[in-house]
């Protein structure tokens, strides 16, 4: 498999604001490479959100905002992989992260990109039915996935990245194709 695993922190409660990114790429089902940055997301930092991900403001305060990071990535978005109309990104909670990804360029005025969604959310809730609940740290204890800092953006990725290879390799293609749906 193709794709790249998406994980994305925010400030507070409101999607718009990331406050970091990380990318994890796969390609013939071996990571090739990894994105990491925090972002300034000129918002206020909440608390709780502090709490769970150990980001402050004064972290992010010369960071870059999404804006900036945009164009360094936006390459990684384009069709191509699998055959198929966009490229393959996989999140756990995907439904989080492409709503931070859909909100953040909102908030510049920049159109979000088409790609293809598989969530690993989805897959270990079909593939691994017998867990206790499917949250990120459950299912890598349960794959023998690392997880070396649940909340922190690259490791959150390459675990996400890790579990759909697993799945993959168990339980082929046709399976996790039928679980992509497109943005």
């Not at 390609?27 to 709780?48: G, H, L």
């Not at 069709?79 to 109309?85: A, D, I, K, V, Y």
């Amino acid at each position: 498999m193709n794709f790249i695993a998406m994980d994305f922190e925010t400030a507070n409660h409101f999607p718009e604001s990331a406050c970091s990114l990380a990318l994890v790429m796969v390609r013939d089902n071996k990571i090739v490479d990894r994105f990491y940055t925090v972002i300034n997301p000129q918002m206020s930092f909440d608390a709780r959100n502090i709490q769970v991900h150990q980001i402050t403001a004064d972290d992010v305060k010369n960071a870059p905002t999404m804006a900036e990071v945009w164009p360094k990535i936006k390459g990684l978005y384009q069709p191509g992989m699998l055959s198929l109309p966009g490229m393959l990104v996989a999140a756990h909670n995907a439904r989080f992260d492409t709503n931070v990804m859909r909100q953040s360029l909102a908030r510049y005025n920049i159109e979000e990109p088409h790609y293809l969604v598989i969530d690993t959310l989805a897959t270990s809730k079909l593939f691994e039915p017998e867990l206790p609940n499917h949250k990120l740290d459950t299912v890598s204890d349960a794959l023998d996935v690392e997880l070396w800092h649940h909340h922190n953006a690259l490791s959150d990725s390459e675990a996400c990245a890790r579990i759909l290879i697993n799945q993959n390799k168990k339980f082929g293609d046709e399976a996790i194709k039928n679980l992509i749906y497109q943005i």
